[in-house]
C-alpha cells in the first residue's frame, strides 16, 4: 500500500479533489466495509486541516451507533432526532453547525469541538448512518465543504460496502 501525503494546498479546490482521488485509490484496493470505512475516517481526520473528529454513526434499524473514526472515544449511541447526528438522520439533511455551542440539544463527546457538520448516508433510500466531523475552529465549515463533503460522502457510499442494517 502507498503512503499517503497531505496535500500540496488546504484550499478547497486542491484539497478535496486530492482527497476524492485518495479516498477512490484506497477504497478501490479492499473489499470489507469496516477497514474502508476506519481508512475512509482516517483520511479525513489526517488530510483535513483544523479537525478533531471525523467519523462514522451507522443506523441500527432503531439508532445511530459508533463505527469507525478518527479521533478521541466518543458517545456510542444516538437517538434519532437527538443531537446534531441524530438530526441530520431524522431529517436526511447536511446540518452545518457554525457554533456547536448555540445547537439546542448538541451532544459533546469532545471539549475541543466548537463546529461541527453531519452529512446523512442515504443509499436507494435507505438510512446508512451518518458522517460526522468537527473542528476546534468556529466557523470551519463553509458552503464549499459542504459541497465537497456531500460528494465524497457519495463517493463513500459507491466504494464502501455498508451493511444496510449494522
Ligand atoms: N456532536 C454529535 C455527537 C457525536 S460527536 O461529535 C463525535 C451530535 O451532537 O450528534
Given at each position: 500500500?502507498?503512503?499517503?501525503?497531505?496535500?500540496?494546498?488546504?484550499?478547497?479546490?486542491?484539497?478535496y479533489p486530492?482527497?476524492?482521488k485518495?479516498?477512490?485509490?484506497?477504497?478501490?484496493?479492499?473489499?470489507?466495509w469496516?477497514?474502508?470505512?476506519a481508512?475512509a475516517?482516517?483520511?479525513?481526520?489526517?488530510?483535513?486541516?483544523?479537525?478533531?473528529?471525523?467519523?462514522?454513526?451507522?443506523?441500527?434499524?432503531?439508532?445511530?451507533?459508533?463505527?469507525?473514526?478518527?479521533?478521541?472515544?466518543?458517545?456510542?449511541?444516538?437517538?434519532?432526532?437527538?443531537?446534531?447526528?441524530?438530526?441530520?438522520?431524522?431529517?436526511?439533511?447536511t446540518?452545518?453547525?457554525?457554533?456547536v455551542?448555540?445547537?439546542?440539544?448538541?451532544?459533546?463527546?469532545?471539549?475541543?469541538?466548537?463546529?461541527?457538520?453531519?452529512?446523512?448516508?442515504?443509499k436507494?433510500?435507505?438510512?446508512?448512518?451518518?458522517?460526522?466531523?468537527?473542528?476546534?475552529?468556529i466557523?470551519?465549515?463553509?458552503?464549499?465543504?459542504?459541497?465537497?463533503?456531500?460528494?465524497i460522502?457519495?463517493?463513500?457510499?459507491?466504494?464502501?460496502?455498508f451493511?444496510?442494517?449494522?
Open positions: 500500500m502507498a503512503c499517503m501525503y497531505p496535500a500540496t494546498s488546504s484550499s478547497p479546490e486542491i484539497l486530492y482527497i476524492e485518495e479516498l477512490i485509490k484506497l477504497l478501490g484496493s479492499e473489499t470489507n469496516i477497514s474502508n470505512a481508512n475516517a482516517s483520511t479525513l481526520g489526517f488530510l483535513m486541516p483544523m479537525l478533531n473528529w471525523a467519523g462514522f454513526y451507522l443506523y441500527d434499524g432503531s439508532e445511530l451507533i459508533l463505527g469507525p473514526f478518527w479521533g478521541k472515544p466518543a458517545v456510542t449511541r444516538i437517538q434519532i432526532g437527538k443531537g446534531v447526528c441524530g438530526d441530520s438522520a431524522k431529517l436526511r439533511k446540518i452545518v453547525v457554525e457554533d455551542h448555540q445547537y439546542p440539544g448538541h451532544i459533546a463527546c469532545d471539549l475541543f469541538s466548537n463546529s461541527e457538520i453531519v452529512i446523512p448516508l442515504v436507494n433510500n435507505q438510512l446508512i448512518g451518518v458522517l460526522d466531523i468537527d473542528s476546534p475552529e466557523g470551519r465549515f463553509q458552503e464549499d465543504d459542504r459541497i465537497a463533503l456531500e460528494k460522502a457519495t463517493i463513500m457510499l459507491d466504494h464502501i460496502d451493511p444496510t442494517i449494522v
